[in-house]
């Protein structure tokens, strides 16, 4: 359902404070602008493979009404988080069956069109931007509203497996009960905002450690970022998280200290193990978006520069 490039050494980060406008600021850059610094050492920047993961078709769910892109899970070793994560698109019109997640919490956050969410006796209008996490084992489906497909991602944690989804019969000979509340977020930029200048801007939308008012249990943490066309990142790495990097529009330049560099594009992501030093730019001639899921969450004490 997926495939993933290897390439050593490279990716990205967008989770922290700790971003400027310009990152020769930082070091040395060569004739692409990538910084050529020296860097500090790290406990693993040395043997480690940083992941391309590219969609392509994938499966059909729910009676095919959903189609479903893997793009982290069971099925590939290599990347090592605590969550799956996938795309899900719905037609116009079409839902997910009435299921539950054992154990599990489903975060969905909408791309494009609109859904109907439900979740046990709580009903959710979420629209593009928007995001809900589903508390474990709620009665839940999504439908597509409008005219519009729906498209989403869809982040299950602890790693979905088969197993670990009850629909059909199976909801009412086990004779589950919950009355849970999800946790609703309208607007990312609605979250804490880190003041990074005119090119960039990012807002922790879910973050169990540095918002623990909504009461989310996850230990990984979300945020959302806006580059201009040729906004920089600083050169970072987290101490002890990996990061994966969904870009949602635009085109984002990764690049590594050595100089090596990776283009991600709309609707494809990137896996950074912990402790690698990466930065990047938007390469696009429009606004960049992207959001960022680091595991464990995010928090600004184990986010290092070079300067640090």
């Known amino acids: 359902m997926y495939k993933t490039l290897s390439v050593i050494l490279i990716l990205i980060c967008i989770s922290a404070g700790c971003i400027t406008q310009n990152p020769g600021q930082t070091g040395p850059v060569d004739d692409q602008g990538i910084n050529q610094e020296t ?48 795309y899900a698109t719905i037609s116009a019109g079409n839902a997910t069956s009435p299921h539950r997640l054992a154990d599990r919490t489903e975060f969905i956050s909408v791309v494009a069109g609109e859904a109907l969410i439900k979740c046990d006796n709580t009903e959710v209008n979420a629209k593009k931007g928007d995001s809900v996490l589903l508390p474990k084992g709620v009665l839940q489906s999504a439908t597509a509203l409008g005219d519009e497909e729906l498209r989403y991602i869809s982040v299950v944690d602890p790693v979905f497996t088969p197993e670990a989804e009850i629909k059909g019969e199976s909801l009412f000979a086990l004779n589950m009960t919950t009355d849970e509340v999800p946790v609703i977020i309208p607007d990312p930029k609605k979250g804490i905002e880190w003041d990074i200048g005119s090119d960039m801007m990012i807002y922790s939308v879910l973050n169990p450690v540095l918002m623990p008012e909504m009461n989310a249990p996850v230990e990984y943490s979300v945020a959302y970022a806006e580059l201009l066309p040729g906004g920089f990142a600083q050169d970072n790495y987290l101490n002890g998280s990996s990061e994966l990097i969904c870009v949602i529009e635009g085109e984002i330049l990764v690049y590594t200290p050595n100089g090596n560099s990776i283009s991600v594009t709309a609707g494809n992501a990137a896996y950074i193990p912990p402790n690698q030093i990466k930065g990047y730019r938007n390469v696009a001639d429009s606004v960049s978006t992207i959001m960022s899921f680091v595991d464990p969450a995010w928090t600004p004490e184990n986010t290092f520069t070079p300067e640090n």
């Open 39 to 86: 860097y500090p050492e790290t406990d693993n920047q040395t043997g480690q493979e940083i992941y391309l993961i590219t969609r392509e078709a994938g499966s059909s769910i729910f009676d095919g009404s959903v189609a479903f892109d893997e793009l982290t899970g069971i099925s590939d070793p290599g990347i090592e988080t605590g969550y799956s994560l996938g």
